[in-house]
């Protein structure tokens, strides 16, 4: 289900609702990340030939790789608004993730 999600398609959808229908322009962070985890995934899990890292193509080998660089920093560098509850109360913690 996350790979339908978190795709190149959505990412479109979610640019056209901004840039067509007047959407809040925020949506298109939320399309960036989507983008970047649908390359990612298709380039990690593709038994294609077409999509997946191959040598027989050094030029798009080494755009595949730098994407995939792209998407390890970005995932490395993820934040989490954690909510957290003290006497009743809401308050939000910000976690990023640690090795």
């Known amino acids: 289900m996350a790979p339908k999600i ?4 959505t990412a479109d959808a979610l640019e056209i ?3 067509v229908h007047g959407y809040d322009p925020a949506l ?3 399309a960036f990340f989507c983008r970047k985890m649908g390359r990612a995934y298709d380039l990690l ?11 027989s193509k050094p030029a ?8 995939i ?8 560098t993820l934040k ?3 909510p957290r509850y003290k006497k009743g109360t809401k308050y939000f913690v910000i976690l990023s993730r640690t090795l």
């Open 60 to 67: 798009k080998l080494t755009e595949a790789l730098e994407q």
């Open 6 to 9: 978190l795709s190149q398609q």
């Open 80 to 82: 989490f608004r954690c």
């Open 17 to 19: 609702l901004v840039d």
């Open 28 to 30: 298109k962070t939320t």
């Open 45 to 55: 899990a593709s038994r294609n030939r077409k999509c997946a890292l191959s040598m």
């Open 69 to 76: 660089d792209e998407f390890y920093e970005i995932v490395e």
